[in-house]
């Protein structure tokens, strides 16, 4: 486990893993699109509106997975110190607001031809709706801490703090009658004829692969960042020095 | 007695904070079933009719065969079931364009002394089924075979 928290082993693997992510999820998000874009048969109730599903139901997806890798990360930071975990869960956060703002858009295009309306106040649209704003709290805590030099438990704290919101968004529309339908899918059960299937499944591995290279992409970012401040850090430090001798 | 190491002790303390944030969750959402529910099923509303001036939702499938147009034009009537129970809804208005029989509906509105429910905006309710039109030009036998292979053991 240490291992994997070790920034120089963390950058020799990132660095080609980065890449490959980006383009292997580039690839299978399109190849699912224009595959269910090619072959989708109009619904039998919804018509065509049935393409929506396939950039609603992954960034959904991502979204609520997003939070958990937050959540995950936060509780490796806080209980381990690993230096990385604090980092892959800054980096999860934009990835995850994104998702989670494309979720509630398309979901709002897709309310208005099949239900009626762009938007209700049901408990599953108003917990995704607060996720969103958890992700905006959790940046600026975060960020805070990185622009004052804090040490981002209180983020961690947030992030495990929000967790709760998960199961509420997943058994909402389990347990209460609610606008928005019941899961079409769950393990190893699926409500969706399969040729709407594969292509949503394809979709969804393609965005999480992208999702993936983003995070890889962003502690990258967030690691070279740390050496550079580091770096004017000790010079400055050296600089003082120099002076205080002359 | 040994002394915890340090990392364990937080380990264990962020554990149970996990798991009890995590069950309060489910916890909040299975008590609140009731009150946080967006509708009321028909079999609900039979059972415990809501005050006559409380605006209320209901919701359910629309039977088969039960739309009709009233001589106005704009006035409909159809008949929102559950399986067991059954609410007459009056509607006057444009519907949404996926209202249809044997689909899902969410009518806002009050109950009147008949016992019909007098809908002031409806909304079309989609299942967790995704169905391909073709399966409409099949029998019902087939239908139902593709059906239930789609939807399987629930």
Excluded at chain 2, 121 to 139: F, G
Aim: hydrophobic share 55%.
């Amino acid at each position: 486990m240490h291992g994997f928290a070790n920034p120089a082993r963390f950058l020799r693997i990132a660095r080609w893993l980065t890449p490959l992510l980006l383009l292997c999820g580039i690839a299978v998000t399109a190849g699912a699109l224009a595959l269910g874009l090619l072959t989708f048969p109009p619904e039998w109730i919804q018509k065509d509106a049935v393409y929506i599903i396939l950039v609603h139901v992954p960034p959904a997806w991502l979204g609520m997975a997003g939070w958990m890798a937050i959540a995950v990360a936060s509780l490796v930071e806080l209980v381990w110190r690993h230096p990385l975990a604090g980092i892959a869960a800054r980096a999860a956060a934009l990835p995850g607001a994104v998702f989670t703002a494309i979720c509630l858009i398309t979901g709002s295009l897709w309310g208005r031809p099949t239900w009626g309306a762009w938007w209700v106040w049901d408990l599953r649209l108003t917990s995704m709706l607060l996720l969103l704003f958890l992700y905006f709290g959790y940046m600026a805590l975060a960020g805070a801490a990185q622009r004052d030099g804090g040490s981002g438990r209180v983020a961690a704290i947030f992030g495990m703090l929000g967790a709760i919101n998960i199961p509420i968004i997943h058994y909402s529309v389990i347990w209460l009658n609610l606008q928005h339908q019941r899961p079409s899918l769950s393990m190893g059960n699926s409500a969706i004829d399969t040729v709407y299937l594969w292509p949503l499944l394809g979709a969804m591995v393609g965005f999480s692969l992208i999702f993936g290279g983003v995070v890889l992409l962003r502690m990258r970012a967030i690691l070279a960042d740390q050496q550079a401040n580091a770096r004017l850090r000790r010079k400055a430090m050296a600089g003082v020095g120099a002076g205080a001798a002359s | 007695m040994a002394a915890i190491k340090p990392k364990h002790q937080r380990l264990v303390l962020a554990l149970i904070a996990l798991a009890a944030i995590l069950a309060a969750g489910a916890l909040a959402t299975w008590a609140l079933r009731n009150q946080a529910s967006y509708f009321y099923v028909p079999s609900e509303i039979v059972a415990n009719p809501p005050d006559l001036d409380r605006a209320v939702r209901l919701g359910g499938m629309v039977e088969m065969g039960s739309i009709e147009m009233e001589a106005d034009g704009v006035t409909i009537r159809f008949v929102v079931g559950d399986g067991t129970a059954r609410v007459p809804v009056r509607f006057k208005g444009l519907a949404p364009s996926l209202f249809v029989e044997g689909s899902g509906v969410v009518a806002e509105g009050k109950l009147a002394k008949d016992g019909t429910f007098i809908a002031d905006n409806l909304l079309a309710r989609h299942d967790e089924n995704y169905v391909p039109r073709e399966l409409q030009d099949m029998t019902e036998h087939q239908k139902d075979a593709v059906i239930s292979e789609t939807v399987g053991a629930k």
